[in-house]
Structure formats: C-alpha cells, structure tokens
C-alpha cells in the first residue's frame, strides 16, 4: 500500500515567520510530487509541484525533495494570514495521486 | 482556464434513494477522479477512470459506481444512499503536470 504521510497539525506560526511543511512517501518509484493548498470549504488549488531532487522557488514558496530520504517539504517565507489554510502533500502514482491527509496551518498576526 | 464543473454545490437525499453526481471537465483530459472528503481522512478516492468507457475502483468503491460515456463528463452513483455517504464529493481531472478540482457537492443523506 502506497502512503503519503503528513503532520496534521495545526502548525501555528507567527506572521511574517518562515512556515515548514513535510511530507514523507513510501514509494521509491514515484517521480512527481504536488502541493496543494485547500481554504475550508474550497477545493484544493496546485501551489506547486516538483521532480527532481534539490529546491524549487516560486515567489515565496520553496518546495524541496530529498528521494534518497523520501521526504518532500513545502517552505513559506513571510508568512500571512491568507496562508492559513490545509495544505496537501500528493505523490504520482500510475494514474491516479497518493494524497496526504494535509496539514493545517494557521498563521498568527 | 481549466474548468471542471459539478452539477450542484449541496444536495440533499433520503436515505436508500439513487444519487447522480455529474462532472464535467472542458479540457479534453483522459484521466478523471472521484473523491470524498471527510475531516481527518483526507481525500479519499472512490473511482478513477482513465479514457472513455474505462473505469477502475479506488480505494473506497463500495456503494458506489461511475459512467463515462463521453470523455468530458464522468458521473458518480450512489445506488442506494446512506447515512454514512454524508460528505463532501470532489471531481477531478487531470493533465500530467496537475490535477484540477470541481467546486464540490455537499451531500447530506438523512
């Protein structure tokens, strides 16, 4: 059985604080990786997605992915209150992604 | 724009009535999905299908089953509602570089 595992939280950080998200997998075949942001009631939206080892920035989100390690993080710097929200680690499986249960972030002012 | 629609934002059905839950995605994608949502469980996927007539269970397929008959539209059934079919459906499709989310349908069975 493929899984995703995330904290569930709630992570609380300070506003403006660098906010650190983990996620660890257990397939060493995976190749995509995905981070989804998800606001109570909405559906999930991308932030970003990942496939090769190292970091990946796009404005003040930083995804980094360790394969040896199987873990992949999502890093937000400056944090704000429109950050908080649940945020969902998914890994490519053969059709379909292996979802994460999320973690809740709530970012204080 | 990608955009994947459902049929209702909250639906509500009495218990052992036949539900259809219909999506509809715009950009030609193969793969689409059906989830449930829950709190504490995560997304939780029910049935994918994969082109046109093709269908595979997911995880949690009992109590329900899909139709695809078009490649737009993938259709979620619940052939005889329960209580614990109360939650939130989200439809899905997919390009190979991001899944895209419907709105969701709320649906209560009492």
């Known amino acids: 059985q493929k899984e995703v595992e995330q904290n569930s939280g709630p992570l609380s950080v300070p506003e403006g604080a660098i906010a650190s998200l983990n996620c660890t997998y257990s397939?060493?075949?995976?190749?995509?990786f995905f981070w989804y942001r998800q606001y109570s009631g909405k559906s999930p939206e991308l932030i970003m997605f990942?496939?090769s080892n190292g970091d990946k920035e796009d404005g003040r989100f930083t995804a980094q992915l360790n394969k040896a390690s199987q873990y992949v993080s999502l890093l937000i710097r400056d944090s704000q209150p429109s950050d908080s929200a649940t945020y969902l680690c998914?890994?490519?499986?053969?059709?379909?992604?292996?979802w994460g249960a999320g973690t809740k972030l709530i970012i204080k002012p | 724009d990608v955009k994947v629609t459902q049929s209702s934002r909250y639906l509500v059905k009495r218990t052992g009535e036949k539900v259809f839950l219909e999506c509809v995605q715009d950009?030609?994608?193969?793969?689409m999905f059906w989830y449930r949502q829950d709190p504490g469980l995560g997304l939780r996927l029910i049935y994918f299908?994969?082109?046109?007539?093709?269908?595979e269970k997911g995880d949690i397929p009992e109590g329900y089953s899909v139709s695809r008959e078009k490649k737009e539209r993938f259709s979620l059934i619940l052939e005889s509602a329960s209580t614990n079919q109360t939650s939130m459906y989200l439809c899905?499709?997919?390009?190979?570089?991001?899944?895209?989310f419907g709105p969701g349908t709320r649906l209560t069975v009492t």
């Open positions: 397939d060493r075949g995976s190749q995509s």
């Open positions: 990942i496939y």
């Open positions: 299908s994969y082109d046109v007539k093709m269908k």
């Open positions: 998914a890994v490519s499986g053969h059709y379909q992604l292996i």
């Open positions: 899905a499709s997919r390009d190979p570089y991001e899944q895209y």
């Open positions: 950009m030609d994608h193969e793969n």
